[in-house]
């Protein structure tokens, strides 16, 4: 195993650091933007992180597609000095890589597709805190670090390791902004809801990253009259409407992973009306569907014999994640699958991992 | 004069780069041909096209489809080792959109792999991520063909003329002809 300042990355040298930076957009190593320049220092600071979480620089997490990349720690940490992280933002990138790596979440075909689907990290327990994650109001906006930072590293994972890049690799077709970065924290003390980490089956004071392919975020507008029950009512209805918009992927195959990203009072009013997250995954999947006929005739000018029957818009009620992300107000968010891919475009959650663990943990949906 | 060192944030070693060096005897009597749709909207139909134009050319060859309906997953380990059993060309498509061409790509190499000569075919929109794919699966010089684009969605009469048009290609990418020029 090598050393401290000892590297198993080859080097690249330059005259000066605006040389450096400048080979390295040209040469397709960033998201387009400047980065912080991965120098041995920098890299092996960063790595005193990954120590302290017992995971030597050699590690190999997986192999990230569709080029089959080599992740080992090492190489996640030089990609998080440019991303801009801090060394505690770092167990949060290795494990949403170890997430990447997991051949359920078919990064070969998420990075190839023509949909806008890009990884979405949802990190709950008290990685939030300790890795400084916004999860309140603007939480996928700009301003946030953190956020911003983690959501980076892995998406230059995805370049650097994966081969990703736009129109040669990567053929979405329009991309989205989520594709630089797309990372939460849940707001674990805006919720009523137990932390989404522990219903997926880990411990409370554990922390996790919940890792899924999905494209942008729809707003939902839904006004809160104080109705109980109507509040409840409505709030579903759009939800599951916005979810089964006929544009939508999942509007014609049920599958993928779907987020219904909740702020804290629409969160609140369902939980007023008695919903669980599980009551509201199955009502969301009960509700969320189109008439075959006009969803055959409008995305494929197709016909059907029996044109009344309702298409859902979701397979499985636990393809939803109900996650309570943003401010308080009117709004919350969807976010809607590509759905393809051998494993359906599903999700995993990876142990978070920040002191002296013994092994890498392998648990997972 | 000193010069600043940063650490390559790329991976160190990809796969193992394989070459492609299959080539059929496409004037072979009974020349067994499958065409290998991955489900995108008019793939098995552009290859049955494909196959009707084939069978023009070589009038005693079999044609055989294995078609599936999910363009973003590869042909079963099953399928290929039939279509290896039961044939001795293979084409592969239709590559006209991101996972789609991946796929085509990835067959024609698992394809290749089983010791049957295969062409994915590509639309032009698409070209480059063949060639992409193509490496990142270890296999460059697996044969494509390339189309225009659009293809889906163009009506028979349009698909039909492609078909046509691409035999020439095909049965190139086929021979060992393919082979010199890769």
Known sequence: MPGPLEFRASLIQAADEDALREQLVRERRTDGLPVILPTPERVEAMLQAAAFAGLGRDIVLGEVGPNLGEATIEKVAINAVMAGCLPEHLPVVIAAMQALCDPRLDTTEVQVTTHQIAPLLIVNGPAVKEAGLASGFGALGYGHRANLSIGRAVRLCLINLGGGWPGMSDMSLLGQPGMISYCLGEAEDDSPFPPLHTTLGFAADASAVTVTSVGSPHSVQAVLTGDVASDAERLLELLAHTIGGMGNNNAGTASGTIIACLNPDHARALHRAGLTRQDIQAELARRAGNPAGVLQRLRYGRTVEDPDRIAPAIGDPAQVLVVVAGGQGFYSAVMTPWGGGPHRNTYVTKEIVFYDACDLPVVGR | ??????????????????????????????????????????????????????????????????????????????????????????????????????????????????????????????????????????????????????????????????AKELCDDLLSAWSAAHARAA
């Open chain 2, 1 to 162: 004069m000193s010069r600043i060192s940063i650490l390559n944030p790329g991976a160190e070693s990809g796969v193992a780069i394989e070459s492609y060096g299959l080539s059929a005897d496409v004037g072979r009597p009974r020349l067994r041909v499958a065409l290998v749709s991955n489900g995108f909207p008019d793939s098995t139909n552009f290859l049955t096209l494909v196959g009707e134009a084939l069978s023009r050319r070589l009038p005693d060859a079999q044609i055989l489809m294995f078609a599936r309906l999910d363009p973003t997953v590869l042909a079963a380990a099953e399928v290929v080792a039939e279509i290896a059993r039961s044939c001795d060309v293979a084409v592969t498509a239709l590559g006209h959109c991101g996972s789609c061409t991946s796929s085509a790509v990835r067959d024609a190499v698992n394809l290749a792999r089983a010791g049957v000569p295969a062409a994915a075919l590509i639309s032009e929109k698409f070209w480059d991520a063949g060639v992409f794919n193509a490496r990142s699966v270890g296999m460059p010089g697996v044969p494509r063909v390339r189309l225009p684009h659009p293809v889906a969605g163009t009506g028979q009469t349009r698909m039909a003329q492609i």
